[in-house]
T-cell receptor
Framework: NAGVTQTPKFQVLKTGQSMTLQCAQD?????MSWYRQDPGMGLRLIHY???????DQGEVPNGYNVSRSTTEDFPLRLLSAAPSQTSVYFC????????????FGSGTRLTVV | AQSVTQLDSQVPVFEEAPVELRCNYS??????LFWYVQYPNQGLQLLLK??????LVKGINGFEAEFNKSQTSFHLRKPSVHISDTAEYFC??????????FGSGTRLLVRP
């Protein structure tokens, strides 16, 4: 049981490049979400999904796209990377009902130069 | 919309002393509250959660938290800290649309 798997763990991008951060879970969780973590600001919600085919914006969605074609996968796309997107990104998942335990991935450290 | 306020950005404490990390949330009809810990260069680990029932919640590593509805608080406590408790601690609330909303975090520094 792998839990939530994020790839890559580290990435350096040049300004203007695009890339996709991958997130996969094997717990059949309906809810999945992406956060970015910046010093002194905690974790801020980028996008989230309550099930396959359903996505919605969080607190800081600009510059990011998501899709949810399967229950297991929730990729985060940076369309045109900017230095302001330098951050650590976390993916999390949970059941919609029940004990509300959120499981987090180990994070992706992204640097945009 | 739900929000979470962690009143202290950094809390220094000596080893074996007690500690309280403060958390206040915006009022709601029902709340589900969480504390997470993040050790340096690692992901987030669940310490404890309040869903309903007893207002005193016990978690891992000797931590506990008390849900206070009248004061909209969910403070984290430990009676005696260890060097290994040095980490960043995040309070979070789950809102009605399943989103987990975090506070800005409190860095606990345990000194020998």
């Amino acid at each position: 049981n792998a839990g939530v798997t994020q790839t890559p763990k580290f990435q350096v991008l040049k300004t203007g490049q695009s890339m996709t951060l991958q997130c996969a879970q094997d717990m059949n969780h309906e809810y999945m979400s992406w956060y970015r973590q910046d010093p002194g600001m905690g974790l801020r919600l980028i996008h989230y999904s309550v099930g396959a085919g359903i996505t919605d914006q969080g607190e800081v969605p600009n510059g990011y796209n998501v899709s949810r074609s399967t229950t297991e996968d929730f990729p985060l796309r940076l369309l045109s990377a900017a230095p302001s997107q330098t951050s650590v990104y976390f993916c999390a998942s949970s059941y919609r009902t029940g004990n509300y335990g959120y499981t987090f991935g180990s994070g992706t450290r992204l640097t945009v130069v | 919309a739900q929000s979470v306020t962690q009143l202290d950005s950094q809390v220094p404490v000596f080893e074996e002393a007690p500690v309280e990390l403060r958390c206040n949330y915006s009022s709601s009809v029902s709340v589900y509250l969480f504390w997470y810990v993040q050790y340096p260069n690692q992901g987030l680990q669940l310490l404890l959660k309040y869903l309903s029932g007893s207002t005193l919640v016990k978690g891992i590593n000797g931590f506990e938290a008390e849900f206070n509805k009248s004061q909209t608080s969910f403070h984290l406590r430990k009676p005696s800290v260890h060097i290994s408790d040095t980490a960043e601690y995040f309070c979070a609330v789950r809102d009605s649309s399943y989103k987990l909303i975090f506070g800005s975090g409190t860095r606990l520094l345990v000194r020998p």
